[in-house]
């Protein structure tokens, strides 16, 4: 005779494993990914089909640096929980590169040289050199890469082989740009709020029906599977706004 699992086991695993996850993190993962696919819809419609969106500014470019802002400080704070930074970092970098060519191949000229991808495998890969440093030293290093950007911003390089750091030519465009400095800085910010508040690797909140409630579940989905979304998403949404405007032509 097999041996039953009662349904309040059953509850107790799916509770220690959500725990285990810190699942505060998948949620406010998946909410950086809601806010990342909003901005790149608005950013589509403008782009492709010329609806009067400026995304350069307001609450469009506002929405769009804010995910990307709560990626980077999330991907800090992870940084303490993955057994091999090294392998995740390879792992994300080289996912960039191929969306690097994809676009490339797809959208002539619509460059993504060291995008959002890029910077998190490169931050990842670098993580490790930071981690044993205490937290006031990461938050003053944090904020000197931050402020050095107001200095490396106004130089003019003679090539953009030095993209990655920030050093561009005049010329040098990008439709996704995260260079080292300064987005490092919020990485190492991240890292500091990791030491701070996970030292022990677990959830703040163990014993919140959030983890459970549909809401909660559904940005725990979203986080837990940001990378899968973030690569399919963009032609997703370009496929369905193609066979939405065709259907009201």
Do not use: C
């Not at 993955?82 to 959208?107: D, E, H, P, Q």
Request: glycine share 8%; proline share 6%; aromatic share 16%.
């Amino acid at each position: 005779m097999k041996p039953t699992v009662s349904a309040s086991t059953v509850k107790k695993h799916i509770k220690a494993a959500s725990i285990n996850r810190v699942w505060e993190i998948d949620l406010f993962r998946g909410v950086a990914l809601l806010l990342m696919v909003t901005f790149h819809l608005l950013y589509d419609l403008a782009e492709f089909y010329h609806l009067p969106l400026d995304y350069q500014k307001g609450l469009i470019y506002y929405t769009g640096k804010g995910a990307a802002i709560l990626f980077i400080l999330i991907a800090g704070i992870s940084s303490f929980f993955s057994t091999n930074n090294l392998r995740r970092g390879i792992k994300i970098l080289l996912w960039g590169f191929i969306i690097y060519i994809i676009t490339g191949v797809a959208l002539p000229g619509s460059n993504i040289i060291f995008g959002i991808l890029q910077f998190l495998g490169t931050s990842m890969i670098l993580a490790p050199l930071f981690m044993g440093l205490p937290s006031p030293v990461l938050t003053v290093l944090g904020a000197l890469i931050l402020l050095a950007e107001h200095y490396t911003g106004t130089l003019t390089w003679p090539h953009n082989w030095l993209a990655w750091l920030g050093l561009v030519r005049e010329d040098f465009f990008s439709v996704d740009y995260y260079p080292l400095l300064p987005w490092f800085g919020v990485f190492l910010w991240g890292m500091v709020l990791g030491q701070m508040f996970y030292p022990s690797k677990r959830s703040l909140f163990p014993h919140s029906p959030l983890p459970f409630h549909p809401l909660g579940r559904s940005l725990q989905f979203l986080g837990r599977h940001s990378l899968t979304i973030y690569l399919v998403h963009q032609p997703v949404i370009l496929l369905l706004l193609y066979l939405f405007f065709l259907a009201v032509k």
